[in-house]
């Protein structure tokens, strides 16, 4: 039995093989890359996989620039909008791998879909957002995210004080 043990971790198809039946029936599992997909389940739908791809953000001048790496995704399957004062970046993948060698063959699907919302400054408006992808790499550029607004002064009056009608206040 030990036999079998020391040879499944050394054996990278047993690996690969343990890594698929994980992902088929495992609560969630590892890609290989460092994220996680899980299992989720939307209101009144079949099971589904869901990811998270790897994003950044950083300050270009005034603009936010937020980057998502979505290799193997189509510009047709990813949907970037303004939601109140959220910008939401989804999308779904099908991802399909194959590998043969001598006297074998690998072949590995991966589906899922993903959402990543991010927070907007109340100055930002839809036509301020941008976005581009490139090589697998979404960029969303936000013009103005860090733009000072012109704040205006409240005058603060002295003496007693007034009602919303107007009128002093009674004593």
């Known amino acids: 039995m030990s036999n079998t043990v020391s040879r499944r971790q050394r054996d990278p198809f047993f690996r690969e093989f343990d890594n698929l039946v994980r992902a088929a029936f495992g609560p969630s599992t590892s890609t290989g890359s460092g994220r996680t997909l899980s299992r989720s389940t939307p209101s009144g739908s079949a099971s589904g996989l869901s990811f998270s791809p790897a994003a950044e953000a950083h300050r270009e001048g005034d603009d936010a620039v937020i980057r998502l790496e979505l290799p193997g995704v189509s510009t047709d399957d990813v949907t970037v909008e303004v939601k109140g004062r959220h910008l939401v970046i989804s999308g779904s993948r099908r991802d399909q791998r194959e590998e ?35 090589a697998g790499v979404l960029t969303v550029r936000v013009a103005g995210a860090y733009a000072e607004t012109e704040g205006h002064r409240i005058e603060i009056s002295t003496g007693a004080a007034e009602s919303i009608d107007g009128e002093r206040a009674q004593d």
């Open 100 to 134: 043969q060698g001598e006297g074998r063959r690998f072949s590995e699907f991966r589906y899922g879909s993903f959402t990543r919302s991010f927070r907007l400054s109340p100055s930002v408006t839809a036509e301020a957002v941008s976005a581009s992808y490139d």
